[in-house]
């Protein structure tokens, strides 16, 4: 499986960025652009997102090895990764530790969540449209008001409404995120053995939130013993988007 790639930057140490569910490389293109000045950047399309394939179902240690094949031992990668790019880039590094230098992990902890039926009113609304009706984006967002009442979101989502000739498609996968959603997320913890990564491991936590608790913190030190966390205010799931300039200097500071 070929990922989807975007590239900024010709010099410096490599950062990588892995997005979350519905997503897609590009949403990181302000932080990439930001850090091309010092680092080389790549931006990847997450198996079943983007313009990257995905294979008939979602599995995160498929997923976390494909995204390894883009890393080389001679050139180790500072990785970030948000919600379920965040779980994607955790286990590239506790099954690849050799070609992580650092890693960033986005507002998401290496355990089970079972609070996903907000994910799964967005899949609903979004199949629920009828693409070969629709006219124009507006008349998307308009149908969307309902399952997606978040205007922000919604915007979010609609990134992944593309032209096809005279019509419409997704581009997300919805058909196998719909079914996989409990695996989505789910957390591997048995394909893993005794793993762990040792390498420095920085915790990007939005205020609001509810992805990053105390009570996940065992969980999180026993496999990044090397892990420090913080906490940005005014913040809740999607950090990166609601802080940017909190979250770029954190982020800045790190990798650098």
Known sequence: MSLHTTSY????????????????????????????????????????????????????????????????????????????GGKIAMLVALRHPELVSRLCVVDVSPVRYTHTDEFRRYIDGMQALDLGALASRGDAEAA?????????????LLQNLR?????????????????????IGDWPADRLGDASYDGPVLWVAGETSHYVK??????????????????????????????PEVFLEVLRRFVD
């Open 9 to 84: 930057g010709e010099s410096g140490s490599q950062v990588v960025f892995c997005h979350g569910l519905f997503g897609q490389g590009r949403n990181w293109t302000q932080a990439g652009k930001a850090l091309a000045e010092d680092h080389r950047v790549l931006l990847v399309d997450m198996p079943h997102h983007g313009r990257s394939p995905g294979g008939s179902h979602f599995d995160y240690v498929e997923a976390a090895d494909t995204v390894a094949e883009l890393f080389s031992t001679d050139d180790p990668v500072a990785l970030v990764g948000h919600s379920m």
């Open 144 to 156: 969307l008001v309902e399952a997606v009442p978040n205007p922000t979101v919604r915007s979010f």
């Open 163 to 183: 032209r096809e000739g005279d019509g419409w498609r997704w581009q997300v996968d919805l058909d196998v995120i719909d079914r996989d959603l409990p695996v």
């Open 214 to 243: 105390p009570e996940y913190a065992e969980e999180m030190d026993r496999l990044f013993p090397r892990n420090r966390r913080v906490t940005v205010k005014g913040a809740g799931h999607w950090v990166h988007s609601e802080q």
